[in-house]
């Protein structure tokens, strides 16, 4: 994993970020049925005229009946920016230990996590019973529980918040961004990148390396 202690650890978001133009759920409702109504339930929440909360419950009722592998393997075709694999390698190379931070549901953050190497993943959770999906959520997970987890984090890293960066782009990244040392917009919104130590725009995630490097320059 790491050939000495990490000098430095990186949020990345996953929806709007990793997944450009769109949301994962967006994406697995289309599969689903119900990509209109979660469509517009997500510009809401952008919008603030919706919270987390509310917008987990509708997505959820959509799941209802599901079977998890089957779902599960409909995330090899979700749409994923380039370079990710690049830029996880680069982390590592480097002493920063990359993770996600998202609000994505875990099976997504365990596919990911799986997929390219991050150190771990945190996300809101649905109920399964039998191997289907109830319609339920599990467990509630909000841009704060995002901050939160991903500081819990850096803690048992023995890493402090100012070593710390997050790469993300809208709404539910503005506390993790307001309490770590670096924040990137990546292809981001007018709030997001308001907020954000750096905006970078690419169609490619390695465009964020040099911003990131920062982190590593700031401990020598």
């Given at each position: ?30 599969y ?5 109504e ?6 809401a ?17 959509g ?12 995330l ?20 920063l ?10 099976p ?14 945190s996300g ?5 019973v ?20 991903a500081?819990a ?15 993300g ?11 770590v ?40």
């Open positions: 994993m790491f050939s000495s202690d990490p000098v430095g650890a990186v949020f990345f978001d996953v929806d709007g970020t990793l997944v450009p133009g769109t949301s994962s759920s967006v994406f697995l409702a289309g689903l049925g119900h990509r209109d979660l469509t517009e339930a997500e510009d929440y952008a919008a603030g005229a919706m919270d987390n909360r509310q917008v987990s419950e509708l997505d959820a009722a799941w209802a009946g599901a079977h998890v592998d089957e779902v599960s393997g409909r090899e075709g979700l749409p994923l920016v380039s370079g990710i694999t690049e830029t996880v390698a680069w982390c590592r190379h480097n002493g230990v990359p993770v996600l931070a998202t609000l994505a549901w875990s997504v953050g365990s596919y990911l996590t799986d997929r390219f190497g991050f150190h771990a993943f809101p959770e649905l109920e399964t039998g191997g289907r999906f109830t319609g339920q959520v599990a467990r509630h997970f909000d841009e704060y529980g995002k901050r939160d987890v500081l984090q850096a803690r048992e890293l023995g890493l402090s918040p100012r070593a710390c960066g997050a790469v782009d809208s709404r539910s990244d503005l506390p993790l961004f307001a309490s040392g670096l924040s990137v917009a990546f292809n981001a919104s007018p709030g997001a990148r308001g907020a954000a130590t750096v905006a970078v725009d690419d169609e490619d995630l390695r465009g964020v390396l040099p911003s990131l490097s920062r982190l590593i320059t700031s401990t020598l």
